[in-house]
């Protein structure tokens, strides 16, 4: 199996690429790169890319499959459909399944349910502790031979600093990277939305910046002392991006994500007490969506992750107290990437490629993907800059509809996603050229 992806323009910050090229697929595989005038090899289908940018598949550091467990939301099938069409080729699946994937039987379920159902390549994520509870450290070597790529207790902090070390130290024995959900729980407890004027004006109880800042200092501190790699995802706070600077100012193996929601929103949507702009961490004010926006200018920033996080209408009917937090986000990222970021020139779009891509294949150490090498994975996404489009929810992949970005027009998106040299998503013309 050959595809020719001709005449586009490649980026891929691994190889220092910037130009024009057409890249060979070959057995699910990266064959070459190719100069435009080399013509079509024997038997290669052809991708015209015409007017396209054609970057490394984009890797999504923090996704909820939903499944095993609660498959009402979102299965690994419907969530891997909703990435492919996002212009993900690979998605790492949070542990806060039900079961939660604390063990290597869950790890293994959630492979072989991707080998039959999945679209986009799928990283399980493990636990950090056993049910996520906190109280006893779950078994990372097992899990990690049946096929983790880090470990987290996401949606849960770990309270406890003592456990934290711990947690720290055997993860670094398997060579795991830590991914650290920040919440100091004594100062968020109670909250829905962001403390501040907007919390006090909608008469909402609030969560402080704080709460995400105390912890990212605790596992900073925690990491320099044990040596660990850490991640911390989805920070919304100046504080913690201090944090995170500061480390790896001090060359500790630090990194962090951000959310597309983070970047685009400020607490001020929460007027109107939509439950599609209740997520954790919470849209956050102005000063701190600053600091994210500068965070991402001067690469503080790692990587851009979703955190889709669905869940059914009945959940996010209830009132603005009662609804979980979470959106869906895998569909709509690239997009605001795109028209807020790189539109509005904050982040060029080699920054942007490695901040989805080059990066995210790094930290949780994924070989041969999120880069265009010979003998890489033939993940690929090709991507239009230019192309005007609106977010129309009810033509979501997703099983789920709780997004706030349902109607937005954008500039910039994805034409097609190919994962191990098969088209899996076409914008134009899916579903009919899917699994073919
Ligand atoms: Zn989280």
């Not at 890797?59 to 990435?83: Q, S």
């Not at 911390?232 to 951000?258: D, F, M, N, Q, Y």
Request: proline share 5%; with cysteine.
């Amino acid at each position: 199996m050959r595809l020719l992806i001709a005449n586009g323009y490649l980026i891929d910050p691994t190889q220092g690429v910037n130009g024009g090229k057409n890249l060979l697929l070959e057995n699910g595989r990266v064959a070459a790169l190719l100069s435009r005038g080399d013509g079509v090899p024997e038997g290669a289908e052809v991708f015209d890319a015409t007017g396209f940018i054609v970057a490394p598949g984009f890797i999504d550091l923090h996704v909820h499959l939903r499944e095993p467990g609660h498959e009402y939301k979102e299965t690994i099938g419907t969530g891997t459909a909703a990435a492919v069409a996002g212009g993900w080729t690979s998605v790492c699946a949070m542990p806060n399944t039900d079961p939660v994937n604390d063990n290597p039987a869950v790890t293994r379920f959630i492979i072989e349910q991707a080998e039959r159902t999945a679209l986009a390549n799928v990283f399980p994520v493990g636990a950090i502790t056993k049910g996520s509870k906190g109280a006893e450290l779950a078994e990372m070597g097992e899990m990690k031979q049946a096929g983790i790529v880090a470990v987290t207790d996401d949606g849960r902090p770990v309270s406890s600093a003592g456990m934290m070390r711990r947690a720290m130290e055997y993860a670094r024995g398997f060579d795991l990277t830590v991914v650290d959900h920040c919440e100091d729980r004594t100062l968020s407890a109670g909250g829905v939305m962001h403390e501040g004027d907007w919390s006090l004006r909608l008469g909402l109880r609030g969560i402080p910046a704080l709460a995400e800042e105390m912890d990212a200092m605790r596992d900073c501190a925690l990491a320099e002392m044990t040596g660990a790699r850490l991640h911390l995802a989805h920070i919304s706070t100046r504080g913690a991006l201090e944090a995170v600077r500061r480390a790896k100012e001090r060359g500790l193996p630090v990194s962090c994500e951000v959310t597309p929601h983070h970047w685009t929103l400020t607490d001020g949507a929460v007027e109107g007490y939509d439950t599609n702009t209740k997520m954790n961490p919470p849209l956050r004010s102005r000063d701190h969506v600053e600091a994210v926006i500068e965070a991402l200018r001067d690469g503080t920033i790692d990587a851009a992750a979703t955190d889709h996080a669905p869940h059914h209408p009945d959940e996010k009917a209830l009132e603005y107290d009662q609804s979980p937090f979470g959106i869906t986000g895998l569909e709509t990222a690239i997009g605001l990437a795109f028209d807020r970021l790189v539109h509005t020139g904050v982040i060029g779009l080699e920054r942007l490629i490695e901040l989805c891509s080059a990066n995210p294949a790094r930290i949780f150490n994924l070989p041969d993907r999120g880069t265009l090498r010979e003998g890489a994975w033939g993940d690929v996404t090709i991507l239009d800059p230019d192309l005007e489009w609106t977010f129309d929810v009810s033509r979501s992949k997703s099983k789920s509809r709780n997004t706030p970005f349902d109607g937005w027009t954008v500039r910039g998106g994805v034409v097609a996603t190919i994962v191990r040299g098969r088209i899996v998503y076409l914008r134009d013309e899916e579903p009919s050229i899917v699994g073919r």
